[in-house]
């Protein structure tokens, strides 16, 4: 019973309490307030006490704990998504501390537009570039991709210099040489909006520099806070597309070419040609890297993020399927915020539990959903916010 098992936790309203020196900083926690929460920790008794009292937090598959998830060296990356609002954020911030305090050197980074990262680790986590969160014991870095940012600077260079700017601007992603392959297509118009997609193709070009740049060599540990299932659904096919659109392209031009020949002498075209070309190879060489990465069950795993409600899982079930359809590795669901059992006699929480009860069930039962190995998450009775509250969770969740 959560009342006794520590005096720090009461059973409120049937939820999990955070303990005291914890609430005691949230409670006056402003948004993004850097270096807040550097030296607090959780006294070990009242986080070992929660986790006790916590409902049990894993069934399914055996050896599909945190120690499977934390062994060796070798990177792995992490990618937690579902429906909006369900807990992705809190769950990656609060694996991503937990692998931190595991000794890995640990990325989390988000891929949602709408970010909440900063929220979460109330700290500003914001500019689009590595951050330093404090508090972790191993070094870990917060990203969030800003993609209004880049859409922003999109727009601008396209207006400032007649689309020639645009280029610029995809160089700095990796995707110039679509743009030199449009421009001399005479696509221009498509370098003038924003193409539908562009949140993903940023965020693509973020793991091309994780599988590439020195910069992001050191960590072992990646996690991805994705954002709602539509995009994030979008990302993972983005790499199938742009290989098929590359693929277009290169045949577009060589036909163009061949129908050119004749008229072309000037010396140089044809290297010329060959360059653009083998640009291109190099591009789509890149994106079938990224696409394997997001395939590799060596390497990756999509964690599906669900609460106990028949439309959460519905739409974890439709995830889920999509995601063996593009071939993403799944093998864990976490069900978040589950009302703990209580002595209380509080009739809403007792509706409310037998509610959870039957959702839990339609999970277990649930073609597309009862093979994955289900992580029940407590609710907990204040926000998860700053790392000690993070700690917490993970402690709870990540056993
Ligand atoms: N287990 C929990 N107990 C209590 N509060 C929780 C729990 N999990 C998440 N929350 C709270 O629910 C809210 C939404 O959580 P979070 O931002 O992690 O969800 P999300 O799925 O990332 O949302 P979005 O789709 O908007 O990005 C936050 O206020 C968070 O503190």
């Known amino acids: 019973m959560l009342a006794t098992a520590a005096p720090r936790l009461r059973a409120a309203a049937g939820g999990l309490s955070l303990p005291a020196p914890v609430r005691a900083q949230l409670v006056s926690l402003p948004l993004r307030r ?6 607090l920790r959780l006294r070990p008794s009242a986080a070992a006490a929660a986790a006790e009292a916590a409902p049990p937090a894993k069934e399914g598959a055996e050896g599909m704990g945190f120690e499977e998830m934390t062994a060796g060296t070798r990177r792995r990356y992490y990618m937690l998504g579902g429906k909006g ?8 911030a609060s694996l991503a501390v937990r692998f931190a305090n595991n000794g890995h050197p640990t990325l989390v980074v988000s891929t949602d537009p709408a970010h909440s990262l900063s929220d979460s680790f109330a700290q500003d986590l914001s500019g689009g570039a590595l951050v330093p969160v404090e508090g972790p014991e191993s070094p870990l870095f917060a990203l969030e991709i800003n993609p209004e940012k880049a859409r922003e600077e999109f727009r601008t260079a396209s207006q400032k210099n007649g689309g020639t700017g645009v280029k610029d601007f995809m160089d700095s992603m990796g995707l110039g040489v679509l743009v030199e392959q449009l421009g001399e297509l005479k696509l221009g118009e498509l370098l003038d909006t924003p193409p539908p997609g562009l949140d993903e193709a940023i965020a693509i070009s973020k793991v091309m520099q994780f599988l590439e740049a020195q910069e992001y060599s050191m960590f072992s540990r990646i996690v991805f806070d994705t954002a709602p299932t539509g995009h994030t659904l979008r990302l993972l096919s983005l790499p199938d597309f742009l290989d098929a659109s590359i693929g277009k392209i290169l045949k577009l031009r060589s036909k163009i070419a061949s129908a050119t020949s004749a008229i072309k002498s000037v010396f140089g075209q044809e290297v010329q040609q060959q360059d653009a070309a083998n640009k291109l190879e190099q591009l789509r060489e890149r994106m079938v890297k990224v696409r394997e990465l997001f395939r590799d069950t060596e390497s990756t795993e999509f964690i599906i993020v669900t609460i106990p409600t028949v439309m959460a899982i519905s739409e974890s079930a439709r995830l889920h399927s999509s995601l063996k359809k593009e071939s993403v590795p799944v093998r864990r669901l976490i069900v978040n915020q589950i009302l703990p059992p209580s002595s209380s006699d509080c009739k809403f929480c007792a509706i409310k539990r037998k509610d959870q009860t039957r959702a839990l069930d339609m999970i277990r039962n649930d073609p597309e959903l009862m093979g994955l ?13 700053g790392v000690p509250a993070l700690k917490f969770l993970g402690d709870i969740v990540w056993k």
């Open 34 to 39: 850097p270096g807040r929460y550097a030296s």
């Open 85 to 92: 609002g369900v807990g992705k954020t809190s769950c990656a």
């Open 373 to 385: 190995n289900i992580i029940q998450a407590p609710l907990v009775d204040m926000e998860i916010r």
